[in-house]
DNA sequence: GTTTTTGCAAAGCTTTTGCAATCCG
DNA sequence: CGGATTGCAAAAGCTTTGCAAAAAC
């Protein structure tokens, strides 16, 4: 379906010059609540924001990436959304199949899991990519009343 | 980095006609120990089987994809890379950034995480996506003198 | 005044699709 | 025979790249 990257460390140094364009896709970037796409983030910067080129927008978000500060997943398609690291540590998410939103979730067992199987197995430099997904209980009217609560 | 696909169930019907080309296409699949891409698969094909179309291989992993029978993984590129799904299960691998080797890995734990989150979050269907990545010991002549035993 | 960035358009890639010819049952 | 399948080539997307013009410091 997709995935989401996981990288240990890496906090590097930002990109070089800070420039208009790349302020406005940070700021909206930031304002997006869920992964979104590259093309999408493009489309709300030109219709809401500044409008900067597409492949500005693509090299931005590949320094983020690079940087570790955004989550990247893939959908079904292989389309890459990013979505604003959050500075707790998050970076596990449940996202919904049907309307797309993501809340992180706990993901403590996961991460030492990784790394056993990583000691295990002698690989070396062990890196995890985890996603759930889901329908949430908004997109599913029926049955269940359980609420769509914060963080699991 | 990549990412593989878990799907519950859905151990699906076959494909309709048996083809020399389908034939041809599981049969090399089988014989490949590790992930392949659709392009590598279809140059092993034309170099050491069957010609045939790439539109052919495409389509036939697609449909083994959709009956269960492959696992399926993003490189970085988002190249899709397919393996025969062994039948004990595994559906989760460590996979070698070095030589792209891989190895399934005990993953019970994360099955029983995801499906807890699932279940507090009150998401219905809940899939999950896990992918280990590192590099094994053979690509790394160094340190470590670890065996690079089977599943973990 | 240099050096980094931007933007546009073109190119790259993998994957999908249209359609006539071909094959399976 | 008759419908499913193949192959080829063209089409689709998303993402990257080349390069001259523009912006940063």
Redesign the pocket.
């Given at each position: 379906m997709n995935d989401l990257a996981s990288r240990p460390g890496e906090r590097g140094s930002l990109?070089?010059?800070?420039?208009?364009?790349?302020s406005a896709?940070r700021r909206v970037l930031d304002g997006c609540a869920d992964f979104v796409?590259?093309?999408a983030l493009y489309e709300r910067l030109i219709t809401t924001d500044?409008?900067?080129?597409?492949?500005?927008?693509?090299?931005?978000?590949?320094e983020l990436e690079r940087t570790g500060r955004v989550d990247v997943i893939?959908d079904k398609?292989?389309?890459?959304?990013y979505r604003r690291r959050p500075d707790d540590g998050h970076r596990h998410y449940l996202i919904c199949r049907a309307c797309g939103r993501s809340r992180p979730v706990e993901s403590q067992v996961v991460e030492e899991w990784a790394e056993r199987a990583g000691e295990l197995s002698g690989y070396a430099a062990v890196e995890h990519i985890v996603e759930l997904t889901g329908i949430c209980t908004r997109c599913r009217p029926d049955t269940s009343e359980r609420p769509d609560g914060e963080d699991v």
């Open positions: 990109a070089g010059r800070t420039t208009r364009q790349r896709v796409s590259a093309q500044l409008p900067v080129g597409l492949a500005t927008v693509y090299r931005t978000l590949r893939r398609s292989g389309e890459r959304r």
